[in-house]
């Protein structure tokens, strides 16, 4: 009995010193069913995110956030983000949005799990990011080793370079906000990656290569810029995002401009989104304009959304889903949506703690 007291005392005050300090605890969760085109599988998950917050003398607010899942990229600036901010704005560094994907954003979403995300436009921000600048390497032109041996395969180029962390700042007047952002990586060194076609008891098998590190000096810079302005329900917003990839004398230049135009009106919001290839992106894609268009309904606990896009590949995805809020924190959804000839689909039980 002893040994439970001191431990509820020491969980008591370990509580208060946390609230002290601004740090608070709440997560969400799932559970249900998805279809992924071909089969349905049980999906679950349950996440806990750390919020800080704090105050100077001053009167300038900071704080910051990451989910416990990513504490250890939330370290180096490559998940969660941190924040300080006052009359002059809010600075914020970390995993954020590019300024022209603050300003802009995406079409709605719909479903359980966001199915594959397929609501998402593309932005240079995000390009540049999940590439990791392999295929922006290879875009760029960049000379490849001699092969090691006949039958090499080139599979992508490895800069090392990231735009994580990124610097986004915001000033709000009124009804306009404005965005900026940067973000800048150097490296010295680089992998090329591929695989080798060796004949195995008569049978063409692919093994995998990975070049020891070249020195090659390499370098990423991304700038941003992005308006929003909000009157009388509706909502209008632009941004320009530029993104330069050097590879020794090599260049690349990736441009996209991008609007946004949004209506609300009694819990009914309608949104289109533009986006237009420019620099050198412009000459790697099928087509110089991405659009779509989404809408949300509420009506009472229930939510309708539904979207269609077209991206730059020309590559159509549309999508429609549903739910409704059983209060508490709780809420039942579910949706369909539909990309490159595949439908997926979820439903089941969402949860905020």
Partial sequence: MKK????STALVLSAGVASAQGVALSGDGRMGLVYDGDNVSLNSRARVIFTLSGET?????FGGSFRADNAGAASRGAAGSIFISGDFGELRMGDVDGAALAATGDLHGVGL???????EMTYVS??????????????????????PAAGFNLRGINTGLTPLPRALYTYTIDSLSVYASVAYSKSDSLTVLGFEQVPVGGINTRLPFVSAPLAIDSSLRE????AKYEIDGFTVAAGYENAQLKIDDLKLTLGHLTGMAQYSM???TGRVIVGRAMNDLKDVVETRTQYGASI?????????????RRDFDKTRAAGIGASYD?????????????????TVADFGLGFKF
Wanted: aromatic share 4%.
């Fill in 126 to 147: 995000r390009f540049i990011n999940g590439e990791t600048n392999a295929t922006l390497a290879a875009m760029a032109g960049l000379p490849v080793p001699a092969a």
């Fill in 223 to 226: 700038l941003a810029v992005g």
């Fill in 266 to 268: 009694d819990g009914i």
């Fill in 296 to 308: 949300e309904a509420t009506f009472d606990a229930t939510t309708v959304t539904a979207f269609a």
């Fill in 4 to 7: 439970l007291l001191l431990a």
């Fill in 57 to 61: 003398d001053g009167g300038l607010a």
């Fill in 113 to 119: 799990t966001g199915l594959g995300d397929l609501n």
């Fill in 326 to 342: 059983l209060g508490g924190g709780a809420s039942i959804a579910g949706g369909v949506a539909r990309s490159a000839g595949t």
